[in-house]
C-alpha cells in the first residue's frame, strides 16, 4: 500500500469510525432490546477472526503448493444474531441461506447489515479498516487459501474492513445478485475444474469475492486510484443497507 494512501486511510478510518458511531449509538437500545427478547443472551458477539497476511519470512506471494499462510488474529465485535451457543454441536459451520441458527431478528441485522455496526470500534482500535476485504474465520481463511490459488493474498499488507468491493456489489453470502453482469459470468469463474456434484460450493462464492478484494487492494497503490474508489464504497454502503429494508 502506498504509503500516501495509508495515511490517508487512517485519517479516514478514524472520522469514518467516530461519525459512524455518533449515527448508530441510538439504533443500540433498540437492536438490542430486539436481540434479547427473541433469544435472552449476550448481544454483542465476539468471535475470532484473520486479519492481515504474515507469511513467514515475508517475501513474494507464497502462491500453490507453497507454506501454510499465518494470518494475524483479532477478536472482532458484533451484534448476535444467532441463537445462544449456535455452533455448541455443530462446532465451525459457515452460515448460509436459511441457516435455522440464525433467528427472525438476526435476518434482518445480516440483511441490512446492521449486525456489523459494534466493528466501528475495532476500527478506533487500529484491528479493522471501514472499508477493505471481509475477514474470515482463522479455520476457513487456511483451508480456503489450500483450495484457491493466491486467496491469501487478499490480506496482504491491508486490514480487514467493515464492508468492501465485494459488500456492495454481492449478496450477504457472496453469491452473486441474480441478472447481474459477475452473475451471467459465474459459470466461468466457479468450479474451474468442473467436477460434478459441487453446486453452491463455498470455495466458489470465495472465487467470486477473491477478484473483488484483489481489485480493491491494487487500487490503493496511488491515490488517485485509491480515493474514488474508497469514497464510492463508503456512499454506496448506506444504499445497499437501505435497499435490503424493502426485501
Known sequence: MNRSVRVVKRLIDVLGACCGLAVTLPLYPAIAAA????????????????????PPGGGPPAGP?????????????????????????????????????????????????????????????????????????????????????????????????????????????????????IAMLAPDLTNPFKMEGTEDALADDMRIKLLYDLAYSASTESLRTFLPLELSIMLKTPLVMLRALGT
Do not use: C, W
Not at 65 to 94: D, I
Open 35 to 54: 436481540i434479547y427478547i427473541e433469544s435472552p443472551g449476550d448481544i454483542f458477539f465476539r468471535q475470532r477472526r484473520a486479519g492481515q497476511l504474515h
Open 65 to 181: 503448493g507453497a507454506s501454510r499462510p499465518v494470518f494475524q488474529e483479532f477478536s472482532m465485535l458484533k451484534f448476535r444474531s444467532m441463537r445462544p451457543e449456535g455452533e455448541k454441536h455443530t462446532g465451525m459451520v459457515v452460515a448460509t441461506a436459511g441457516d435455522p441458527r440464525i433467528t427472525k431478528v438476526g435476518r434482518f441485522l445480516r440483511r441490512t447489515r446492521l449486525d456489523e455496526i459494534p466493528q466501528f470500534l475495532n476500527v478506533l482500535l487500529g484491528h479493522m479498516s471501514i472499508v477493505e476485504p471481509r475477514p474470515e474465520r482463522p479455520e476457513l481463511a487456511e483451508q480456503l487459501a489450500l483450495a484457491i490459488p493466491y486467496f491469501e493474498e487478499r490480506m496482504r499488507d491491508v486490514k480487514p474492513g467493515i464492508t468492501g468491493l465485494a459488500q456492495i456489489n454481492l449478496q450477504y453470502t457472496g453469491k452473486p445478485h441474480p441478472g447481474s453482469i
